[in-house]
Nanobody, 121 residues
Framework: HVQLVESGGDSAQAGGALRLSCVAS????????MGWFRQAPGKEREAVAT???????TYADSVKGRFTISEDNARNTLYLQMNSLKPEDTAMYYC????????????????WGQGTQVTVS
């Protein structure tokens, strides 16, 4: 059971940028699929981005061209670079892992971190 710890959440102005980090307790090179999700108050959780074996990336339409998912296996860390932030990006952001080799936004992610809060005004 991999433990995940997110950080990097903060308050930012619209148009600004933040980078979220998610440190895994095991080697991320052995985790085929990882993803970022978010949940705003009163809304359902939504998938933001996924990455398969550090190469194949998938993004939600709402963040395409603004967010970038990446991973650093040497640091066992998953990142989410968020640029051109909008107020609607305000949410709790979670990282998660999946064993699904297709690593889609709607894949079954069964291992979650505790989240980090992003607030954009």
């Amino acid at each position: 059971h991999v433990q995940l710890v997110e950080s990097g959440g903060d308050s930012a102005q619209a148009g600004g940028a933040l980078r979220l980090s998610c440190v895994a307790s095991s080697n991320t090179a052995t985790i085929p699929c990882m993803g970022w999700f978010r949940q705003a108050p009163g809304k359902e959780r939504e998938a933001v981005a996924t990455i398969y074996k550090g190469v194949m990336r998938t993004y939600a339409d709402s963040v395409k061209g603004r967010f970038t998912i990446s991973e650093d296996n040497a640091r066992n860390t998953l990142y989410l670079q968020m640029n051109s932030l909008k107020p609607e990006d305000t949410a709790m952001y979670y990282c998660a892992t999946s064993g699904d080799v297709y690593c889609r936004l709607d894949s079954d992610f069964d291992n979650w971190g505790q989240g980090t809060q992003v607030t954009v005004s």
